[in-house]
Each structure stands twice: as C-alpha cells, then as structure tokens.
C-alpha cells in the first residue's frame, strides 16, 4: 500500500535555494504578510493535512468509487468528512481574493499546495481543483453582483464549481456545441442541453455546484465564434448566496472509468435551467480559457503527483526487495540476495522518475512565479511578458509533464515487476489514475498545436526567442572558458543545454519557414516538438538546481548529502534523459509526406 | 466496444509472399501433408473461431472477473463451453506429436494460431497458452512412462498446465525456492510449499491440472543448481491417464489484478503433494528454460495482439469521429467537421500502431521458420544455428514486442480521447490487460540481461555477427548502386539500415570491452541495447517487406492498393519510428558512473 510523505527538503530546496521566493513575493506590497516564516508554516501544515487526511483515502477511494443512485452521487467512505475538514483548515480559501472570504495569499502558492495534495490524493483533489477554475473565471468576467452572488460560498469550499464543455458529439471541437440558451425576460437565460465527461459534476461534498456552461444563443454564429458562457446553479440563489429552489439541472449518470474512481465524471443534463451570461455574448470561449489555462497547469501537477508517488514507492521496494547479486559481486553478502537498488537498470528506472518528478517540480515553482507577476505587478511591461512566457510553457506544462509522469508511473511499477501489477500495492492504481492527464483538458496533441501552431507560429516565434535568451543567458553567467574545478561542475550540464537551446531556435525557425506551404508539418511535428522542447525546459531547471546546490556546497551551507545528490540527478538527466531530444528533433523536422500520403482506406 | 477481426491479408502476405512457408513447410517430409490449402484452411478456420466464439467473451470476462470461493476457482460465463468448442474442434492439438493425440503440425503454425487467439481475448489464451508450456517440457525432458501418464489428456486439452516458480520471496531471483521435495518409498516425492502468481493455477475449465512446479531436494546445493523439477497433478492419476483421488494441492486465493481478469492468477498450496521429479536432479532450471523461452515468444504475442486491437479500433474511430478540420482546410466540406484521420498527429498515432503490429507479426513469423528448423531439420548444424538464432532474438521479441505492443495500446487510446478512458469502449482494458506482459515470464530488464549479458557476451558477439551478416546480405541483394526507379524504391530502406546494423555491430564490440573493466555497463545499457536492437530488427522486416510488396507490384499480381500500403508503412518507419536508434545509441554507450555513483541513501 502506497502512503505519502511529502517531500518537504526538495519544497524548502526550491522556494528558498533555486527560486527565492521570498525575494520575490518581497516584490510585491500586496504579500508584505507573506514572510518566510509564514510560507514554510504553510507548506508544513499542508504537508502534515495531506499525509494525515488525504492520503489514507487514496486507495480505499479507489477500491470503493463513486456511488450512483438515482440521480444522486456519493463519493467514497471518508471523503466528506475530509473535505470539511479541508475546507475548515483553510486549504480551499488559501489564494482567493479577501474580499470574497479568501486569504489573498498569492497563486503560486496556491500550486504548490496543489502540487502536494495532487500527490497525495488526485481524485479527491479534483472536487476543489475544478472549483478554483471556476472562481478564477468568474473572477475575470463575471459582473459585480455575479461575484458577490457566487464566489463567497465558492471560496470558501462550501459550493463548489464545474467545467461543462463537453457534449457527446465534441470534446476539442467545442464549435460544435449544441447545448442552447434563450433569454428569459428577467435578464437571466434558460440553458437547455446535456454535457458529458463533467469531473466533479455532481457529488455530496457541497451544498451547492456551480456549473461553468458554453452554450449557444439563438442565431449566434456557427462554430467557435458563436458560444457563450453561462454560470448555472444547480441550486438556484438568492442575490445573497442564499439557497433557494432547485434548478433544472440533472444528474444523468456517472462513468465506469479505468482510473481516478473517487473523482465523479458525470453526464449533466441542463432542461431549461437558470443561467447567467458569463462575460460578453459569442464570448464564451476566450473566456473559458481563464478555465483552461489555470486547470492545464494544475494537471500538469498531476503528472508530476504520479512520478513522485510511483518514485517514493519504488524507491522504498528496490531497498527492501532482495533478489539477484549486483554484477560487480556481492553487495550484502549476509543476506540471500541484494536489494534490487543495486542493479543498474533498477537505479535507471528510479533515476528517470527522481529526475522527472524533482525537475518537473521545480517547471511548476518556475512557472508560479510568472502567475504572481500576472496578478500582483505594478508595471504593465512585466504583467504581458509574464503572461506571454506563461503562454508559451502552458502547453509545455501540461503535456509534457502528463507524458512524462505517465511514463514515470510505469517505470514505477516494473520495479515492483509482478507485484506492480496487483492491487494491493497501489501501484496499478497510479498508472490507472495519471493515464486520463494525457487525455483530458486538451489531449497532448492539442497542447502541441497550441504550442506550436498558436505560441510560436502566430507570434513569429517571439516568446521563444524571449525564452531561449533567459537560457543562454544563464548559461553564459555560470559556464566557465576552462576546465578548471567550478568549469568541470558546471560546463557538463550548460554546454549541452546552450546547444540544444540553439538548435532549438535554428528547428523552429526552419518548421515556421516549412509551414509557410506545408501546412501539415505543423500537426506532423507538434507533438515531438512539444516534447523536445520540455526536455529543454526540464534541462534548464536541472541546470539551475545543479548550480544552486554547487554554490550551497561552496558556501558549505545545508546538508551536503542533500545538494550531492541533486547535483548527481542533474548530471543523470543529461546523460540518460536529456539525449532523447536528438530522436526527437531528428523525426519533427521530416516533412509529412509518409504521414499524410497515406489514404484512410490504405490503412 | 472492441471486436476482433483477424488480419487475413497481412498474415496471407507473410505466409506467401514474404516468407514463402509453402516452401519451407515442403523442406520437412514430416509437413508433406501441410499443402498451401490446407494452411490457409486452418488459417481462415481459426480466425472464425476467434472472431465468433473468443472475442465475444473479452470484455464481459473483463467485467465479470474470475470467481473464487472456498478454494475453487470459475471462470466468467461462457469460457467454459468456449473451452470445451476449443478443444473439440482440436485448436488446442494443433501442434503436438501424433503419438500423443496431437495433430503433428508445426509450432511455426501454433503461433500463427495463437497470434489470432492472443489479439481475439488474451486472458482465455493463457489457460491453453500454460499448457503448451508444459506439454513442451514433458515432451523434452520426460520419461516415456510420464508422457505417457501425462500428455494424451494434456495433448487433447481435456488437462491443462501451469508454470509454478515463483514464491513470495523470489520471482525472478529463482535460487531463493524454498518449495521443498522429499523421496517417497515408490519413487515419487513430497512436493510442500505455496507459489504465487500462477496463471491458470486453479480453474473450472478441465478435469485435471498438471502443476510443473520447481522445488529443492534435501541436500540440494544452494541457489539455482540446488533446483529440481516436478510433475504435480492437480488430482492424482493411474499410469494410463485415469483420474484418482485428489492430490494435497489446494488453491489458497486468486489476486486482485490490474488487467487480464478472466485469466485466474493463483495462489497453490502444495501440503505433501505427491509429484515425479522431471529430468534430472538439481537440472530444474535448465529443463524450465524449455518452458520459459515458449512462453516467452508468446507473451511477445500478448504485445502484437494488444498493439494490433487497438490499431484497428481506434482506425475505425477516427474515420468516424468528427472533430476540427484539416490544417490545409475542410476536407469534408458537408460534414459537420472532418473526420479525425486527416490530423496529421492522429495519423501518427495510427501509423505507430500500424507499423508496429505489423513489423512485429513479421518478426514472429520470422522467427517461427526457426523453431521449425530446429524440431524438423534432419541437418544438426541448420539445428544448431536456427537454435542459437531463436536464442538470440527470443529476449528481443519478448521485451520489444511487449514494450512497444504497451506503447501501442496507449497510443489507440489517446486517438480515442477521453472515449478511451471509459471502460465501455474497450480501450482502457487493451492498456490494463497488456500491461502485465512487459512484467511476468522475465521483466524487460532481465530480457535485456539475458540479450546483453548471455546471448551477446557469452557467445562473444557471434550469434549477433551471424544475424547482422544476413541483414547486410540482403542490403547487399537488393539495394542499387544508383538512383534508378528501383533504387529509389528500396535504398531508402536498406541504406539506413545498412548502416544501422554497421553501428549495431561497432556498438557491440565497444560495450564488450567496457564490459571487461565495467561489469555495471552490461546492466546500465542493457534494456537500450535491447530496445536498439529491436527497431534495427523491425526495420529488417520493414525492408523486406517492402521488398516483397515491391515485387508483387512490378509483376502486377494482388491487390496493388494493399502492396502500397506496406510500402508507405515502410517509408512511415524508417521516417518516423526507426531514427530512435540515435537516442537509445547515444545513452547506452554511456559510462554507468553516473547511475551507480549516488548512494542507495542518497537517492
């Protein structure tokens, strides 16, 4: 059985040695109460909420699912009372505005709360994770009286919210909803329709749920350009929060899914039910990408969640399963075998998932810093190139560290081998649960033509080109022209990565210059695209955490087994992880030719 | 829902125009009543059989599970009868001597048969699949009283088999058996201990298991020389196969498993069992390893067929699914939307799929001609060398096929989207159920170890030399030393993998001497090495059948379409799978410093 023990040294490592976030939230007078002392509390207390209540409901959750009776779901022994509990310690209310009942503490440290709870227990983490979306979206677009109505209970946990896209016919293609609205004379509209796949959609946890609904006006334009967004209750409110009659929203049904079994994922059908227009008319797909960009990144944390479970879990098998002796002769001769920990390909397996799930970790501590800039900067200039670089490393984010997490998951279970395989020890259940990150809110080549066809493409390539000068920048600062000792520590990891940079920018200036007539090599390339350019990233960050921790030793500051062993992972990830970017860059600049010559009826 | 439909034209094109096995067959006077007809016969007999009686069954067993109660174990509805049909119309006798109820056919033509039964429902497959296993091991190392005893039932089907090794403490590591084996006065043995993860171990499908069970004799040597093997039947039986009384062996509980449910993983108690030691004493390994390396050519099967389902169901999807339009606009201008097949990153998808089920039927049939040499050759060095090939390759098929069969399968259901996350579509229990083959009968690692380790260093390369020496063969045979029409055709297969199986031959050489001073490296490159020499396998099927197609389509005989159609599969993986090699190269010649030099505690 898998437990949690969040990893609180690698947490402390980054907020105060690689990103000081002290530093940075100092930059802002709206966190002058956020102190150091105060930000470690906070992780520390979350730490002990998420081990002590969130985890031991992981696997029975699992084991148990969602209930559903009539109309009405139950989520799993336990999970009620726990999320009263969450609720009541804060951890919900943690990073929304005090003026609707929140903390005012900032997003970044909103995710790095996610980020432990995600590990601990994703499908539980999925209840208040869909209602920050929908706060984060009535915040940018509601009106005054909107806020006011909804996001008190919704900030305090006591309602919680959805994201209904979906219908049965389209997914990405969300021009295709058919889901309708009609003004009613009171200035609300009667939304009729039914969405699928709803996470969180109905439950017991919350007296209420607020439904996020793109649907359609009458004589809106085709497609995308004519959907609007609806709040829609499944209790209908008084101005005040108040509860009043139900609305005429149903619960149709819940999915038998492969994974995340305590999360409900509900059909919710919508039969002339009171809705409010979210933000202007036609507008209602700009607007949900409030939705999509905060849950994106917060799925991303999922994928990590599951490297870092599957990491812990294994790494604690591989010391206590004896079998075989270590090729190089007998490790423990006192007992009837090694512990798998000495075979290589057992130490591959584990260094893959250390080096995913730590420097994954450290993509979200680097891209949190970025979302305070959004919210709290005072100079215009900073807030659009923050918010343009968070543009770029969103899909990044979101695919990349799915895929590699997922990746992760499995690795995790082949050290368990056999074992991996029952229920028992959990480990099935990680791979289960991250498998829908890669599939939901935006499937990995969705992400990639985001990433490729709207971020770079559309901006000639000029975040990357933002992003890329950081890099080499900092590869500049802290490589050395000598083989001297600090150059040998160092030039391994940023040669490589300056490299890479470059070659980075010359590949996609190229595939811009390709899909100026082969406008096929954009889908053709994106995926592989997008995942070279995530090992990029995570380079970057290994670099960044490599020098942090050499300057640590230098200063004979901290534990220096602690930084050792970051140093001894970073040197792993460039040897071992980093060289996939030569497969993958090799393969994205083909041209499409042997993808699309094919005819459907030829496969 | 998922159904099969077995790829008649694909194994017609392996059978007849690239691997000619009417003309091997015709090499054998055993096979002389093997005619073309009557293979084909049997071929198109048996795909009937998957289509309308096993893959039925497959995902219901899925969703009922295996039953146990009380220490019996029933299978879901309908398997039984399915047995029974199974066995009667003498799919099970296939390839069994004529001595013993078989009908003498070939193994070549048993893993055509299970190649369908795997794709159709692999979970009912194991139960006959063990008993092949076991069939195998009695025919070679049993006494002629024992095959008498043990195989015209097991022959017929009416008794089954089962692999029993592993114990709680040991899986892979099997020097730690503690099952023990004590002389009784009339020759047999007390056969006491619990083994664990026995597929088909228990079961309501026959009237009688044959446990092949590895146990140790009082005195025995430590470790694995200190191994016997023993035949343990489920209910004791006279000298010409009647039924006793029970045996004390008892079936104590069936795990709780990620995937393959239908098929019943058990735990056997044996409490004084009487069983018959099989070969010699303390050559228990040796004689497994006849079963072993069966079973393992067949999980490799379990990979193809996992790959292959969801190829063809998620081929079928996106041709329906609407969603988006194309990037070079509407292809489907009166639709809704187009369908998802003209994506290019969905076309990948596919082809990946494609390009692997496909290469990776190749290779079994390729492999199967050898396992044919090696049973009906009257030469002993045509033996010799088809025996030392099929143990060179075996390692490869089993983990290649099932690692990239695992990518495959996930790659299907990513086409699907969030469809592919709901049990109802079939999907997610292609994923769960191949999961478990990269894991049991070896884990990928010990394939590789067995590949590098063994097969490589111990036979100090040669094996290898033979194999690379075919490939440049027919590099050499087919290629032209000009840009022609038919050397544009072919070079651009053979070039590369000319090349390819150049470096495969230097790279090997450079890892011996590492290995010399650098034991770890035999472990650090191993599962790369593997993996390597796996896509320079493919891609030796891919050139050759794009040989053949190449052929057939200059002297315009078949169907042309379908000839293209493997040509630009050819083209597809020698573009977009096949440059793999230069990552998977570049890691595994790597020092393993920087795997093995961080501390257990460090990590």
Not at 238 to 250: A, I, P, R, T, Y
Not at 309 to 321: G, M, Q, T, V
Request: charged share 20%; hydrophobic share 40%; proline share 3%.
């Amino acid at each position: 059985m898998t437990s949690y023990s969040a990893p609180l040294d690698n947490i402390r490592f980054l907020i105060h040695d690689v990103f000081d976030y002290p530093k940075h939230y100092a930059k802002f007078s709206q966190l002058n109460d956020l102190t150091p002392d105060l930000l470690d509390a906070i992780i520390s207390e979350c730490a002990n909420f998420c081990e002590k209540e969130l985890a031991p409901l992981n696997q029975s959750g699992d084991h148990e699912g969602c209930h559903f009776d009539e109309g009405k779901v139950s989520t799993p022994k336990g999970y009620k009372q726990t999320y009263q509990r969450y609720i009541e310690a804060g951890w919900q209310s943690l990073s929304y505005p005090e003026k609707f009942g929140g903390q005012g503490l900032p997003d970044s440290l909103g995710f790095m709360r996610t980020a432990m709870t995600s590990t601990a227990n994703w499908s539980f983490n999925m209840y208040p994770g869909l209602t920050i979306g929908a706060v984060k979206t009535i915040l940018a677009h509601g009106s005054d009286e909107q806020k006011k109505q909804f996001l008190p209970n919704m900030c305090a946990g006591t309602w919680s919210g959805t994201m209904c896209l979906t219908e049965a016919q389209c997914g990405t293609d969300l021009g295709q909803v058919q889901t309708k609205a009609f003004a009613n004379d009171d200035g609300s509209y009667a939304i009729t329709g039914s969405k699928i796949f709803i996470s969180a959609g109905e439950h017991d946890l919350t007296d209420n749920i607020i439904h996020i609904v793109l649907a359609r006006l009458p004589n809106a334009p085709k497609g995308t350009r004519g959907i609007s967004l609806f709040i829609v209750p499944k209790i209908n409110t008084s101005k005040n929060g108040e509860l009043l009659e139900s609305n005429h929203v149903s619960c149709g049904s819940i999915e038998d899914k492969m994974g995340i079994k305590a999360s409900a994922t509900a059909v919710i059908n919508f039969d002339n039910a009171q809705g409010f227009l979210l933000g202007p008319e036609n507008k209602g797909l700009e607007c949900m990408f409030t939705f999509m960009n905060t849950i994106r990144i917060g799925t991303s944390l999922q994928g990590i969640g599951a490297a870092e479970a599957a990491y812990k879990a294994s790494l604690e098998y591989a010391k206590e399963r004896l079998s075989m002796r270590a090729l190089t002769g007998k490790k423990y001769p006192d007992k009837v075998a090694d512990p798998i920990i000495v075979h290589p390909d057992v130490r591959k397996m584990l260094l893959t998932q250390k080096a995913i799930s730590e420097g994954g970790l450290a993509m979200i501590y680097y891209a949190c810093k970025l979302t305070d800039e959004i919210d709290f900067s005072q100079c215009d200039k900073t807030k659009k190139q923050a918010d343009e670089k968070l543009g770029l490393l969103t899909p990044i984010l979101k695919a990349f560290l799915t895929e590699t997490g997922f990746e992760s998951a499995n690795l995790g279970m082949q050290v368990f081998g056999g074992h991996g395989y029952i229920k028992e020890t959990g480990m099935e259940q990680i791979v289960r649960d991250v498998r829908i990150s890669t599939l939901y809110e935006g499937a990995t080549g969705i992400q990639a033509l985001d990433l490729l066809g709207r971020k770079i493409l559309m901006t000639k390539g000029k975040d990357l080109r933002v992003f890329c000068a950081e890099i080499l920048s900092f590869c500049r600062k802290h490589s050395v022209l000598s083989s001297n000792e600090h150059g040998k520590r160092m030039n391994k990891f940023l040669w490589p990565l300056a490299k890479e940079v470059l070659a980075w920018q010359k590949h996609t200036f190229i595939l811009m210059l390709k899909a100026n007539n082969k406008r096929d090599i954009v889908g053709s390339a994106s995926v592989e695209y997008l995942m070279y350019s995530g090992y990029i990233f995570m380079g970057y960050m290994w670099a960044m955490m490599a020098q942090s921790a050499n300057e640590k030793i230098a200063a004979k500051q901290g534990d220096k087994a602690f930084y050792q062993s970051k140093i001894r992972t970073a040197e792993f990830y460039f040897e071992r992880i980093f060289p996939r970017v030569k497969s993958l860059s090799t393969t994205m600049m083909k041209n499409p030719e042997s993808i699309m010559k094919i005819d459907a009826e030829m496969f």
